[in-house]
Antibody, heavy 122, light 110 residues
Framework: QVQLVESGGGVVQPGRSLRLSCAAS????????MHWVRQAPGKGLEWVAV????????YYTDSVKGRFTISRDNSKNTLYMQMNSLRVDDTAVYYC???????????????WGQGTLVTVSS | QSVLTQPPSVSGTPGQRVTISCSGS????????VNWYKQLPGTAPKLFIY???ERPSGVPDHFSGSKSGTSASLAISGLQSEDEADYYC???????????FGTGTKVTVL
C-alpha cells in the first residue's frame, strides 16, 4: 500500500531555513506528481506547492513564492521542500500528498503522509 | 485566504441527512472536478469523494457528492456518530495555477 513519511520538521527561528523530506513507498513514484499541503494550528488546509511527475514543472501558492522550493529525486523515491526565509506564519503541520492521477496534478491528491510540524519562533 | 467557501459547521441527529455546500468560481469548480476530504482531529486528511461524485473504495455509500456550475455539495444521508469530522472541498484553480481548498466544515452529530 502507498506510504508517505515526512521528516525534517522542527523549531526554527524566523529568517532561517529548513528542508522537509517525504519518503514514498508502495507506488511507482516517478509516475505521479506530488503536493505539499500545510495546516496551521487550529486552521484549515492550505495548498503550498506541487511538482510534476518528472520535475519539469512546479507551482506554488503566492505566499511562499521565492522562499520555498519543491523538488524530487525519483531515484530515491523522495520529495523535498526547501524552505528559506521562514516566517512565524509558516508555522504549520506540513503534509506531502500523492497526486491522484498518473502524470496529472490538476485532479488533486489522494494519499497523504502523517505530516511533520514546523514551528517558526524566536 | 481560501477561494472556496463552505459553512463553518453543520449538525444533525443520527439518521438525519445533512449537506455541506462549497462555493467557488469559473476558474476552479466551474472548470475542474471537485474532491472532498475528511479529517479527524490530529490525523491527516483522507480523500472521501473524487471527480465530483465518485467514492473511493471503503467510503460508505451514505456519502454522495455533486457539482453544478460553480458550486459543489457533499451530502451525508443517515448521519452516524463516526461521521463527525472536518470536511474540505478542493479543486484546481486555472487562474491561480494551484490547488485550492475550501474553508472547511465541522460536522457534529447531536
Amino acid at each position: 500500500q502507498v506510504q508517505l513519511v515526512e521528516s525534517g520538521g522542527g523549531v526554527v527561528q524566523p529568517g532561517r531555513s529548513l528542508r522537509l523530506s517525504c519518503a514514498a513507498s508502495g507506488l511507482t513514484f516517478s509516475n505521479y506528481g506530488m503536493h505539499w499541503v500545510r495546516q496551521a494550528p487550529g486552521k484549515g488546509l492550505e495548498w503550498v506547492a506541487v511538482i510534476s511527475y518528472d520535475g519539469s514543472y512546479k507551482y506554488y501558492t503566492d505566499s511562499v513564492k521565492g522562499r520555498f522550493t519543491i523538488s524530487r529525486d525519483n531515484s530515491k523515491n523522495t520529495l523535498y521542500m526547501q524552505m528559506n526565509s521562514l516566517r512565524v506564519d509558516d508555522t504549520a503541520v506540513y503534509y506531502c500528498a500523492k497526486a491522484q492521477v498518473v502524470q496529472m496534478v490538476r485532479k488533486g491528491p489522494d494519499y497523504w503522509g502523517q505530516g511533520t510540524l514546523v514551528t517558526v519562533s524566536s | 485566504q481560501s477561494v472556496l467557501t463552505q459553512p463553518p459547521s453543520v449538525s444533525g441527529t443520527p439518521g438525519q441527512r445533512v449537506t455541506i455546500s462549497c462555493s467557488g468560481s469559473t476558474s476552479n469548480i466551474g472548470s475542474n472536478t471537485v474532491n472532498w476530504y475528511k479529517q479527524l482531529p490530529g490525523t491527516a486528511p483522507k480523500l472521501f469523494i473524487y471527480s465530483n461524485d465518485e467514492r473511493p473504495s471503503g467510503v460508505p455509500d451514505h456519502f454522495s457528492g455533486s457539482k453544478s456550475g460553480t458550486s459543489a455539495s457533499l451530502a451525508i444521508s443517515g448521519l452516524q456518530s463516526e461521521d463527525e469530522a472536518d470536511y474540505y472541498c478542493a479543486a484546481w484553480d486555472d487562474s491561480l495555477n494551484g490547488y485550492v481548498f475550501g474553508t472547511g466544515t465541522k460536522v457534529t452529530v447531536l
